[in-house]
């Protein structure tokens, strides 16, 4: 019984390998390749569940904020039209009172593929584009062409912001 590593055997032959694949580049990149794709609490493609009110400050001079906490509370932003592949998900939101840690879930039809808790009482950083600074959510690989983001509370005495998320392939 071998498993393949002592001197006489043979794993793989060298010549059928390119290590730096066909566009010749060692390793990978997270580079944002493309324009981004934006949906903000006004545009189509958002949806909330529960009591929302609407607020005068955020991304688009708008946010939806949870009139009250409650288990079954949700904010939805779907992004429809998209190519295959790696995105970066980001999200932005104006801080608030009563603002704490949220779930945001990534989904491409049900199957949830990246997940972050987020504490919304802080301001959102990392990249800064599109008049945002915008919180890096998740990066996920999706293999069909829409994919939907979600965000939760739960949690006792947070109340839930929902602004605007942007994706964008890397």
Known sequence: YGLGFDVHSLTADPQFMDPDGAD?????????IGPARIVDDGDAGFSVSG??????????????REVVQATGN??????????????AVYATWPTGTSQGDVIYSVWEDNAMIGRSQINQSVAPSGLTADGATWQGLATVEITGDAL???VTGGFMYVRMAADAVRVQRI
Do not use: C, K
Not at 24 to 32: K, Q, T
Not at 51 to 64: K, M, N
Not at 79 to 87: A, D, I, K
């Open 74 to 87: 949700r904010a939805e932003w779907r992004f429809e039209g998209l190519e295959p592949g790696t995105y």
């Open 24 to 32: 010749n580049i060692l390793g990978s990149s997270s580079a944002l």
């Open 51 to 64: 009591d929302w009110t609407t607020g005068s400050v955020g991304y688009g001079e708008d946010v939806r």
């Open 148 to 150: 939907a983001v979600r």
